[in-house]
Structures are given as structure tokens and as C-alpha cells.
């Protein structure tokens, strides 16, 4: 999967080519390629885990993926409301943050 000249893993292939190889081969040429889960729960699933351990910058990527993988706004802001209880009020008011940037963009 090659990424735009801009992209956050173009930025430091030259940094950790290794990295980003992996990226593409193994967990986007491969991981996400599995049938057994659907891109779509893929999504909600690395969503999930990004709200939950506050990654901010990773967040943003998937939940572009995750709208693009058929998750809705609806589906997405459940899913940081319901972490609020199990991951803190600050992950959640942080992911709800960055998710309107997300949302505001697509419209």
C-alpha cells in the first residue's frame, strides 16, 4: 500500500524504513487483509484502542479509516462516549476533540 508523498508514514521512511515496511506488508498488506474480521470491525477495533490509550495522532488516521470502512459519526461517537467509563474523561473528551476535526472536515 504506498502512501501520498505527505503522508505521516512518508515523513519518516527515511528515519525507520523497516517500520514503515512493516506498516504496509505485514499489518496493512496482511493484518488487515484478514477475512476472518471485517474492515469495518478492524476499524472499531483499532479505534477502540487508540481512544483508549490516548493516541492522538494515530486516532486521526483511523478514524478516517473507519468512516471510510463503513463506521458512521453515530457509531464513532458511541464508541468514545462508552470508553469515557473504561478508559477516563480525558481520553474520551480528547477523542470526541479530534473526532469533530475529523467529522467538520468530511462535510
Given amino acids: 500500500m ?3 508523498p505527505k503522508s505521516p508514514r512518508e515523513r519518516i521512511r527515511g528515519v525507520v524504513p523497516k517500520l514503515i515496511d512493516l506498516t504496509e506488508n505485514v499489518l496493512f498488506g496482511d493484518v488487515w487483509e484478514r ?9 472499531l477495533i483499532t479505534c477502540t484502542a487508540l481512544v483508549a490509550l490516548q493516541r492522538p495522532d494515530q486516532l486521526r ?4 479509516r473507519a468512516l471510510d470502512n463503513g463506521v458512521t459519526k453515530d457509531e464513532l461517537s458511541e464508541l468514545i462516549t462508552h470508553l469515557a ?3 477516563g474523561w480525558p481520553t474520551a ?5 479530534i473526532a ?4 467538520d472536515k468530511r462535510q
Fill in 93 to 97: 473528551v480528547t477523542a470526541a476533540g
Fill in 2 to 4: 504506498a502512501a501520498s
Fill in 100 to 103: 469533530k476535526e475529523i467529522f
Fill in 85 to 87: 467509563f473504561y478508559s
Fill in 35 to 43: 477475512p476472518q474480521l471485517s474492515k469495518r470491525d478492524r476499524s
Fill in 61 to 64: 488516521v483511523h478514524l478516517e
